[in-house]
């Protein structure tokens, strides 16, 4: 099988192209002159002649009673090739199809239906591609779902076209990949959201189809639920036997290319995801380990000069490009009609396209740390929550994303408020929520006891409402007026927060206020990922490293802690990498997604807890994070978030 040129799939779409040579029938004795001149019709469509190849083939039919529906097939298809199928119409329906043998008849059907869908006649289109008990040669499966997708859509069952089409996902590759995912997409959109929504919720966890009805969903604008990754196996297993720098799954490019913006409003969180991708790299040094040589370019911060250093970095070597870092750059890059190497985007397109191929994306997205906040919740029995937000963007799709995976998994959504910016009373805000008052002074969810996911806290404390509690995306400086006030309003129940609610660094102080919050994080910051380089040390020397921008610098970390396993990571639902900014999976789409630690307030310390992650063995009392002021440009600052700009 091969596909068509660019230009002609760009033209009229996906064609599936059947490869002559070798289908020269041979169920009969043919001459020496009838062999030579099969052979001369063969090399005609080899070299792309496909005119003079198809009058060859009915030159041949004529002279051959025995094989001479067998030619004429090859005649249509050849004038297929050339583009010219109305000319094959004829010698088509010349044709016997009892005479045909082998995969002929299957061949015949195809053209026919390709035909049909020419003339706008999709019903016979639709019977010849879903004749029953027809084996499908591997060779022909792509064409015949592609026919067939065709004929549903063209029938009006765009559903049934949207699923031919996923069947077709894992068999293609590059533009072809690429264009069959928007089909896919776009198909879906045009069933509706709400026949999406009611199908989605009639699937079971598993169904092929789930994840694309969500992305389609996602697309149309609304909030999806999204389930944790299944972690199963961690990647880099040391191989049986094997020397202590043989681990399962790693495998390095020769060469690597990182593209970033050198300078402009990206400068400082370039800094720090380029140093921490270079700290990862020395340290796997330390396993002497195979590292490839790795060369950085600067992507400017702007869509061509993304698509610039992307193609600078192929004509110079590289065999795996880990960028660009803003979501215009993203897009632009995947927008190219070819990828040549594989792509290793650190955002999301803001186009919202899909990935293909050998491309990867991987960002730090506030709608991961909303759906795990709200899964964090109900496994602790917090089923009735209420929302209160700034009006940050982040805040808002963290927001978005724990509203659907609570409602996911049953929960209830009390109330929601979104706080103001610039004000310092909330009184009358809190007052209109009606949250239940209680007798308790700091309700948590029990730290000294670590929660395992997927178990139910104990009981909260005494003249605490158990089922109830509060879930918050805002920054710190917001959060210390907050909480306050909430005691003040005897609205003592356990708080839920994104990571945005810690700067990164202790203020033991200030952050008293914040005692018994719980907050999902990277787990670099508090040295809670065993085989990683440890924080306190490198931010000692790093600035980069230190207070938000910490969460950069384990971006970039995790970068790096990727390319040795994106392969294996596609090939191996339930494998994950234990990163420093969570463990990291990748979906079916190419998206590597993160699971986060969770760590809470004690005293005016953030420290993180066990049962997250397998992470029972963390010690309870774990150093802080060394203390220091974030730089500009990262999340803390305001000024830029790599998966959230």
């Not at 929550?385 to 994303?401: C, E, G, H, N």
């Not at 929960?411 to 408020?417: D, I, K, Q, S």
């Not at 790093?542 to 938000?548: D, I, S, V, Y």
């Not at 500009?632 to 700009?645: C, K």
Request: glycine letters at 8%; hydrophobic letters at 45%; aromatic letters at 6%.
């Amino acid at each position: 099988m091969r596909f068509m040129r660019l230009s002609r799939v760009a033209a009229i779409g996906l064609l599936f192209s059947l490869v002559l040579a070798a289908c020269v029938p041979a169920n009969a004795p043919r001459s020496p002159a009838e062999l030579a001149a099969a052979q001369s019709a063969e090399a005609l469509s080899r070299q792309g002649q496909f005119d003079q190849a198809a009058q060859a083939w009915l030159a041949l039919a004529a002279q051959s009673s025995g094989h001479a529906d067998s030619y004429r097939l090859l005649a249509a298809e050849a004038w297929r090739e050339e583009g010219q199928l109305d000319r094959a119409a004829p010698v088509l329906d010349s044709i016997k199809r009892q005479r045909l043998s082998g995969d002929e008849p299957l061949r015949f059907d195809l053209l026919r239906a390709e035909l049909a869908l020419n003339r706008h006649d999709a019903a016979t289109a639709l019977r010849l591609t879903t004749q029953p008990n027809v084996a499908v040669p591997p060779a022909l499966q792509l064409r015949l779902l592609e026919w067939r997708a065709r004929a549903m859509a063209a029938s009006g069952d765009r559903w049934g076209a949207a699923r031919t089409r996923v069947q077709m996902d894992g068999q293609l590759s590059g533009y072809d990949h690429a264009q069959n995912r928007k089909q896919v997409l776009a198909l879906l959109n045009q069933v509706g959201v709400e026949s999406l929504k009611q199908r989605a919720a009639a699937m079971q966890r598993g169904d092929r189809m789930l994840p694309w009805v969500n992305e389609a969903l996602n697309q149309l604008g609304v909030a999806v639920a999204q389930p944790p990754p299944d972690l199963q196996q961690p990647v880099g297993t040391l191989l049986p036997g094997a020397d202590a720098n043989v681990r399962e799954g790693y495998k390095v490019p020769s060469q690597v290319a990182l593209l970033l913006p050198g300078d402009g409003n990206y400068a400082a969180a370039s800094t720090a995801i380029r140093e921490g991708f270079f700290a990862a790299y020395l340290d796997a040094g330390r396993n002497h380990a195979p590292r490839p040589s790795v060369r950085v370019y600067d992507s400017q911060g702007t869509a061509e000069g993304a698509v610039k250093a992307y193609q600078q970095a192929v004509s110079n070597g590289a065999r795996l490009v880990v960028g660009p870092l803003t979501r215009a750059e993203v897009a632009a890059v995947f927008s190219q009609a070819q990828l040549p190497v594989p792509l290793l985007a650190l955002n999301h397109p803001d186009d919202k396209q899909l990935p293909a191929g050998d491309t990867s994306e991987f960002g730090l997205l506030p709608e991961t740390e909303g759906a795990q906040a709200a899964d964090h919740m109900v496994e602790r029995g917090l089923r009735r929550v209420y929302v209160l937000i700034s009006t940050d963007d982040f805040a808002q799709r963290a927001a978005s994303a724990f509203k659907a995976e609570l409602a996911a998994r049953g929960g209830e959504l009390a109330g929601t408020v979104t706080l103001p910016p610039g004000a310092t009373t909330y009184t009358s805000l809190i007052a209109d929520l009606h949250l239940p008052a209680s007798a308790g002074t700091n309700a948590t969810m029990t730290p000294a006891e670590p929660v395992a996911a997927g178990t139910t806290a104990a009981p909260a404390p005494s003249g605490v409402v158990n089922d109830t509690g509060i879930f918050i995306s805002m920054r710190p400086e917001q959060a210390r007026l907050l909480l306050p006030q909430l005691r003040i309003a005897q609205a003592n129940l356990p708080v839920v927060a994104t990571s945005h609610v810690y700067a990164g660094s202790d203020d033991v102080a200030a952050n008293r206020d914040l005692d018994g919050v719980e907050f999902c994080d990277a787990p670099w910051l508090f040295d809670a990922q065993p085989g990683l380089p440890n924080h306190d040390g490198i931010a000692a020397r790093l600035p980069a490293a230190r207070g938000g921008a910490a969460r950069l610098f384990a971006f970039g970390m995790d970068a790096w802690n990727l390319v040795p396993y994106l392969d294996w990571l596609r090939a191996h639902p339930g494998s994950y990498v234990p990163g420093a900014s969570g463990q990291l999976a990748a979906d079916q789409f190419g998206r590597v997604r993160r699971v986060l630690i969770w760590a809470q307030f004690q005293n005016g310390l953030a420290r993180p807890l066990g049962g997250s992650l397998q992470m029972d063995d963390v010690p309870s009392n774990a150093p802080p994070a060394t203390s220091g002021s974030s730089p500009a440009g990262s999340p803390s600052s305001g000024t830029f978030q790599p998966a959230t700009n």
